[in-house]
């Protein structure tokens, strides 16, 4: 699967320093946020309502119209896409090398479109038609039964409406999949639905990600999940990224103070009551900018320094970082 | 002891929804179910959308009525209450709602929400004592008192839910029903208003109705548990008991699937 | 009102609220300050066109047009805004009282407003105007008669969904009495969408009542009401154009300046299109 | 199908709500339909018998009834003016007047749909305040004035287009079976006639239109715009898909469905604002028809061109809700 160009230890996607900006009134809502995610590697994405997780992947994947990328250098398989026209050169990838899966499976397909349609068409737009469209819709059917919906045949000709949330979702998935992408990012895949479809869909896209040697973000607000399902999670707040932190230092002093709090929030299984402890104050929401902790008005740990330095940035795109000021969490 | 009987009592109570045409509901219908709740314990009620937990809700706030079986409140059959012991019922069973956009009325201030409890339920009270005690319940909430005459839409997520209770606790009720209170908040605000159900419990003489699909939350907050599944409950116990050595199939289901 | 003044983002907004207040203070003291008495026939003055002394001309009958157009817009003006009122209070009465009831009553009196509404207005408002006679009056009925179904139909959308939300639920759960619930939460939670309705409206009923004028079941022809006036021009268009010209200008700019300011109203005040 | 049942039966509940509107209009608005019949001189014995042979000393319901039993019979009255049967003067009014609400839907269509949707695509845009302005000047122009000023102007001044009437005077021989001179004029293979009832129908149609297509604008585009925040929306793109495709594939269905029930609405609104342009363009139609009834006083006439107004546009709305209900799919498989 590897690809001959490329220097094994290339990352797949490589994002360095990267700016956000409202089309509308020009404010930064993110800035500065450097990460890397490798082939084959499940990446988290976590952060509150607001902290601009959603903002950042949306741009990043040019799916956002009233934002745009301002300032930053993003990489894709070596590629280096230029930033003037960036919504476009990215929009390029969408549909082969990169795949993407919307939160709200009850409107992310069309509803007066067929389901065999809406995957066919994807196969389409990825590959034109190579192999004729009785095949195309045999692939179909064969990757509806990969995703676990039963009888594809079947729910090749039906409409979405009659297919329960879990199971649109996965239909999303196969529409995703069938493009044969090498990045597959998925954006709050589960929070719409319930605990035992939300496991279900979530170890289903593991799976398939590990069959089909791909990539994924995982964007989540879930650190738990994200604990339990992902390699490496990157912290947002505020519009800033404050962590990337392996998931098994989630919990631990070896993260950022941020993803420690944010973790004591959670009650888990493991968790008595009083391990829960509740971060005072208010979330600050995204463009916060780059002078100062975001999370410093709230941190346990601050000192006056955290209010007012320049926020350090993950200028080596090191696997692990921690943007803590006073150097908490770093490895 | 008086508190012999329970506070709350429901006999194999049913409730079916008339399928009408284009009429969403998104309560689902219950079959027969029993729940008893004694003074002083918190009980959690589990499950997921579709359930027919929210519609427990419903019943023991008399919001909604049901098809079949019995509702004893403090030993008393509800559907024999006159109206006026109907109101006095109101004082004390309140209730909480999930979404803390929706749930106050944006054209009141925080302060006229919580003294219309006040208003309604305790007449004694003068002007005056109404707005210092709604001032008391705001701050008893975590909010500043001063903050009173800004309207909701001008506070947080997390804010407005603390909102919502004072005015729930203002007719010092002595059943919360709380349906899924933290689930539209910030991780790090479901955190904090946790803390807050925590001090009341400890604070107030409540008994609490806990409506979550979270079953982590559940264990740590509740002493007793029904799980529901489809309109039925499943299976019910000492919380602890029952979500870390279920018995029930479904029970079972659903905590493998909690992260 | 003042408030009117700070809404305005753009000139065009601005240019149309500022032709609004014009109009509205037109409509109140215009019959006061028109230089010529509007029904003052003068055959020796007739088919003048503008100048110094008659700015927009004189019509057919030789009536200065300036001071018909003034005295129009009381009377266009008072109509459509009687139209209008009339018709918010009897559909919202019915729409709030039919989203409180529910049930079968709402069902059968949603069903009678939505036939009501299909009916095309200018027919059904003829049909009434030439049953009642023509006069201003009959065809002011008629339009309040074919218009109630539309703030009866709202209303009752706005009323249902603000009962569906769980402040309502909150409130029952506090034993609020009915008067309350209605005037504390359901009236002042749907001022704004219908304030914004109303506004988007005054065109409509305008033209409506201009229309129905220049057939013939509305103001009759000597009257200045600005529709009235173009059905009296048209004989003249040849060689008076001002004639046709005046009210009509007057009309579209009006019915202009309130679609500008209830769509800005609208960017303001509903929900629904803040939502983004 | 019980969707279709549903819809029929409705409409029908609809015809006797507008029977009820009439008959009160008929029968207890315009006063004693037996002195209006009588004439002004009938003495009090003549109303009398009158009364009596219309039915009218029965009670209201009972002539209710009657009065339903005439209409479904096709039996609109006699005009008080011509003494004729109103029936057959209205079936010869209303092909003109069908035919110019029909061109002026298609304006209405071939702008509203392109402009809704593209404004939704490029909301705030330049391109949109453009448009919305447009439309509320369109909102804010008083159809009757309009068509004057373009009479004068595009055939008057310019002499682009005729005046008035229905075909030129090298025509005035021509007559079809069906009435509607498109249609007749096609079957004969006469394509001068053809041209020319186009010709005379662009200024009124235009007119007529006006009005009809600024809402239209603003309802497709607010349909348009529910569907381009939708979800689908942004996983078309992200699969790749081109704008164009996105817009035409995938919204422009989802988004049309509800603007044209509106659209259906419109027709039978735009037969009744005929009243306003045919006079002036001098063309026949039942608009013209109605307001010549008003002038003289003819309120059976007036009544009966209510009733027809809504029965075309009950038609008009059943058909609309049929076909869309009959093109998706997704509905049939729902009921």
Redesign the interface.
Known sequence: MTHPTLAPEEPLLKVEDATIALR?GGRTMVSGVSFAVNRREVFGVVG??GSGKTLLTRTL???QDDARLTAGRVTFEGRTLPLEGYGAAV?GL???A???????PF???????RIGKQIT??IY??KGWPMGAERTREAAIALMAEVGIPEPALAFD??P??FSGGMRQRI?FA??LS?EPKLLVADEPTTAL???T???VIEMMLDRSRRHGLAVILIS?????LR?SVGRIAVLYGGQLLNIVPAADVGTHAAHPYTE??F??????E???AD?????G??VGAGFGTSGCAFAS?CAYAEPVCLTAPLPLNAGITSGFSACLLGRGAQ | MAGAEPLVALEGVAKSFARRLLVQNRSFALSGIDITINRGEVVGILGESGSGKSTVANIITRLTGYDSGRYLFKGRDVATLTRKESFAFKSDVQIVFQDPYGSLNPRATVQSSVMESLLLHKRELGKAERIARAGQLLEEVGLNAAWGDRYPHEFSGGQRQRVAIARALAVEPELLVCDEPLSSLDVSIQAQILELFVRMIRERNLTIVFISHDVNVVRLLCDRVYVMNQGRIVEQGQARDVLSRPQNEYTARLLEAVY | MLRLLTLPKTNIERAAVILALIVILVAIIGPFVTPYDPMQISFRSKLLAPSSMHWFGTDGSGRDVLSRLLHGAQLTLSATFFVLIAGVVIGCTIGIFSAFVGGAADNALMRLADIWLGFPPLILALGFASALGASLQAAIWALVFSWWPNYARLSRMVTADILSQKFIASADALGVPLHRKVFRYVIPNAFDVLIVQVTLDISAVMLAISGLSFIGVGAQIPQPEWGAMIADGRSYVANGWWIVLAPGVAIFLTALAFNVIGDMLRRELDPTSRRR | MAYVAQRIVFSILSLFVLLFITFLLSHVVAGDPAIVAAGPNAGAAKIALLREQMGLDKPLLTQFAIYCGQILQGDLGTSWFTRQPIASDVLRELPPSLELVFIAMLINLAVSLPLGLLTARYAGSRFDDLVRLGVMAGAGLPVFWIAIILQQIVAGRWQLLPTAGRLGFANREFSGATGFYLFDSLAAGNMNVFLDTLAHLVLPAFALSLLFTAVGVRITRTAMIGEFRKDYVTLARAKGASEPRIMFRHVFANGATPALTVFGMQFGWMLGATVLVEEIFGRPGIGRYAVKAVTQSDIHAVVAVVFVVGVVFLLANLLVDIALYVLSPRKQQRA
């Not at chain 1, 409107?107 to 479109?113: G, R």
């Not at chain 1, 607000?221 to 999940?225: F, K, T, Y």
């Open positions: 509308v509150e309502s994947f040019g799916l929009r969408l549909g082969h990169i795949g993407y899966v919307p939160q709200d409107s992310s397909l069309n509803p007066s479109m068409e994807a737009l990825a039906q409409y409406d009659q999303v529409i995703a493009q319930d605990a035992i939300q496991r279900r607000h879930n650190l738990e999940l339990q709090a944010l004591a929030c959670i009650p888990t299984r968790k008595a009551l829960i402890r509740s971060i005072p208010e979330p709230r």
